[in-house]
């Protein structure tokens, strides 16, 4: 077996591990009304259906060579948006907050954590659930758990497979007195 072919085993293995980890953990709130998803970066695409089944309004950006589209999920299923825009400019006076961000090889990719989690935060709505999966080497992993626990207090990061990590954290509700 070529080196090559090895690598594309794993590959394969990384995108069923990251697709099971995904489905498991994003709430069904296709009967919530006016629920609201988005996906982030190169490798939501095929997480679009999922979201379209499981909330009422979906925007996928981050994909910057895509022209924008509005996607029908099935014959009378909910439309999906499809924008052309940068991760960083998908913003809540733009295109309102979101119960479920969902960002796929995005965070790492952009190199600028610090920028990128406080952002994807900043899009949820209060209790919203933010849910991230990146590549991280196992020699990186202590090193990007800490910082990503450090700038969302209370994330769970996890492992998806052995070079791929996954964020999970949920937005402080609102506190009414």
Do not use: K
């Amino acid at each position: 077996m070529s080196a090559a072919s090895v690598a594309l085993l794993g590959h394969r293995a990384a995108d069923r591990a990251c697709r099971r980890w995904v489905a498991a953990r994003v709430r069904d709130l296709s009967g919530v009304d006016g629920s609201r998803a988005v996906g982030l970066g190169r490798g939501t695409a095929p997480f679009t259906g999922l979201l379209a089944e499981r909330h009422q309004y979906v925007l996928a950006a981050g994909t910057p060579t895509r022209p924008m589209v509005v996607v029908r999920c099935g014959a009378s299923g909910p439309a999906v948006r499809v924008d052309r825009r940068e991760l960083l400019e998908v913003e809540p006076e733009i295109d309102g907050r979101f119960d479920l961000v969902l960002a796929i090889d995005a965070i790492r990719r952009l190199d600028t954590d610090e920028v990128v989690l406080p952002h994807l935060g900043w899009l949820l709505a209060p209790g919203g659930s933010l849910l991230a999966v990146d590549p991280v080497g196992p020699a990186d992993w202590a090193t990007v758990r800490r910082r990503y626990q450090t700038i969302l207090r209370g994330a769970r990061i996890e492992a998806v497979q052995s070079e791929v990590m996954g964020l999970c954290w949920r937005a402080p509700p609102v506190i009414t007195a």
